[in-house]
């Protein structure tokens, strides 16, 4: 992440409290820079929300953490304080952590407010691109009737012009230079993406092509290290391949099981779901390991495997599963077909 400045004096946000529907998420994105500009993005928010007896729930990672629970003082002891590390590098699992943040405020009959730095200074490509995903997303997962505030911090000298105006059409309120105002490059969610000449989807990178993001093409990683067809009979040849390209590239046992496992759900889901059958390819990555399965189905779902399942639900539980083993999991679905990648380091 690049060197910033500062807006200098702490600065009033003007009109934040302007655009709140009476039902769902109010879901704003709050472009800072730098330690002083990152505080009057997160201090006054937290206090009003503690003066008027909410739960308070913050997601951020190191510095910042720290930085904002030496601001708050004795007020932070008031205030749920979790490490981004702690839920991993996979943003499939920030929904279920509103999820329970408004179960619990549900339970004590409270008003519900959050704040998430989801973007990290290390984040990679597909990080990314799960990050702007995960925005576009939680516009939908939050429909009400519960009415709550979650405002997502973004160092803006740190962004590039493509993820910049991902955040102006992931959320509905943009808060810049002190002023928050409805985002007019917002585009709600499930638009369908752009067509090529010959009606298929377009293909796109990491970020920053635009239309419905769920419906992208993941980049082309190049020839993989392997390739295995499957279909109902040959479940067990796809974990057998899974564990030993994982033994391959130096996981440890527990690694290489959370990466068997996690391909035999998806695998099992092409099977049941995907046209009966499927393609699984593996890559080697930065001493881990990639593993991707393609098939023919479409996922009608786009929140699938990011909503904690019930505990009475006998099915559909595979997806969650995955994203809880993997430290990154991409799903894409369109008109071609499915595709879910996997990353486990």
């Known amino acids: 992440m690049k060197p910033v400045g500062a807006f200098g004096p702490a600065i009033a946000a003007r009109g934040v409290e302007s655009g709140v529907g009476a039902t769902g998420i109010r879901h704003e994105a709050f472009l800072y820079l730098g330690d002083i500009g990152f505080l009057s993005a997160t201090r006054d928010f937290i206090l009003a929300g503690l003066a008027a007896d909410e739960d308070v729930l913050v997601i951020l990672g190191e510095p910042r953490l720290t930085l904002l629970r030496g601001a708050l003082g004795r007020a932070g002891k008031r205030v749920d304080l979790v490490d981004l590390a702690d839920l991993g590098r996979n943003p499939a699992r920030l929904i279920p952590a509103w999820q329970e943040h408004l179960e619990q405020?549900?339970?004590?009959?409270?008003?519900?407010?959050?704040?998430?730095?989801?973007?990290?200074?290390?984040?990679?490509?597909?990080?990314?691109?799960?990050?702007?995903?995960?925005?576009?997303?939680?516009?939908?997962?939050?429909?009400?009737?519960?009415?709550?505030?979650?405002?997502?911090?973004?160092e803006?000298?740190?962004?590039?012009?493509?993820?910049?105006?991902?955040?102006?059409?992931?959320?509905?309120?943009?808060?810049?230079?002190?002023?928050?105002?409805?985002?007019?490059?917002?585009?709600?969610?499930?638009?369908?993406?752009?067509?090529?000449?010959?009606?298929?989807?377009?293909?796109?990178?990491?970020?920053?092509?635009?239309?419905?993001?769920?419906?992208?093409?993941?980049?082309?990683?190049?020839?993989?290290?392997?390739?295995?067809?499957?279909?109902?009979t040959n479940l067990g040849l796809v974990r057998a391949a899974s564990a030993a390209a994982a033994r391959a590239v130096r996981l440890g046992s527990e690694r290489v099981d959370d990466l068997e496992l996690a391909v035999h759900e998806v695998a099992t889901n092409s099977v049941r779901h995907g046209g009966g059958r499927g393609t699984v390819r593996f890559w080697p990555d930065q001493g881990g390991l990639v593993c991707e399965v393609t098939d023919a189905g479409l996922v009608a779902d786009r929140l699938v495997g990011r909503r904690r399942p019930a505990l009475d639900l006998g099915g559909g539980r595979g997806l969650w599963l995955v994203n809880q083993l993997c430290d990154l999991v991409q799903l894409r679905s369109g008109p071609t077909g499915t595709t879910v990648r996997m990353y486990v380091h």
């Open 105 to 154: 405020g549900d339970e004590r009959d409270r008003t519900v407010r959050g704040i998430v730095e989801p973007v990290r200074s290390d984040c990679s490509g597909p990080e990314l691109a799960e990050c702007m995903l995960h925005e576009e997303l939680t516009n939908e997962a939050f429909p009400g009737p519960r009415s709550w505030r979650l405002r997502c911090l973004y």
């Open 156 to 232: 803006a000298a740190a962004l590039d012009p493509a993820t910049t105006d991902l955040v102006w059409q992931t959320h509905p309120m943009v808060v810049k230079g002190g002023l928050a105002r409805p985002s007019t490059r917002f585009r709600p969610t499930g638009v369908q993406p752009a067509r090529g000449a010959a009606g298929g989807a377009v293909a796109a990178g990491a970020v920053g092509s635009g239309g419905d993001l769920f419906a992208e093409r993941l980049p082309d990683l190049g020839p993989p290290w392997s390739e295995i067809s499957f279909g109902p």
